[in-house]
């Protein structure tokens, strides 16, 4: 039986830093927190631009193919269904795809900056937008902003979160 000694680091001494740890030394070194901060909100900016442009897309492509579906001269009952059936799918996947309960977007990130929690989870950066897909793809009465606001302030929670930056 072979046992290896692995090599110890002193107590005195660290590690070699991380990725995240020379990142900042890097970002530091060559731009001010300033133009970092300035950068970084074009970035959310854009990442926020094309959530709204892909929420569009999606909603658009169910409507055309459900709604082109049930289409039928005159009166059909058929419509009054297809919202009932978005909404039932919405919820379905909070509840048992998601597991979490991401209505009241904006409120809930309105009563976070309020409490200067700051922070918002990782899975809100796509979780509305499939969620106002399915109400909004299939004729429900919502509207897009709420969901394109919580996505814009999770993407910017998480690029400061990953780039060490502070409230």
Request: aromatic letters at 8%; a positive charge.
């Amino acid at each position: 039986m072979n046992t290896e000694s692995r090599e110890q680091v002193p107590s005195g001494e660290s590690k070699r830093p991380g990725r995240a740890e020379r990142f900042a030394a890097a970002r530091s070194k060559y731009m001010t927190d300033r133009t970092f901060v300035m950068l970084l909100s074009v970035v959310v900016g854009l990442l926020a631009g094309l959530g709204a442009y892909v929420l569009k897309l999606m909603v658009g492509y169910i409507a055309d193919h459900i709604v082109g579906t049930v289409s039928q001269p005159g009166f059909s009952r058929l419509y009054l269904l297809v919202p009932v059936t978005g909404i039932m799918l919405t919820v379905i996947y909070q509840h048992y795809i998601l597991g979490k309960n991401i209505e009241h977007g904006v409120k809930r990130m309105l009563s976070k900056i309020a409490k200067r929690d700051y922070r918002l989870d990782g899975d809100i950066t796509y979780a509305p937008l499939l969620a106002s897909t399915l109400t909004l793809g299939f004729g429900g009465s919502a509207g897009g902003e709420g969901p394109i606001a919580y996505v814009g302030g999770a993407i910017g929670s998480n690029l400061a979160g990953l780039s060490r930056l502070r409230p």
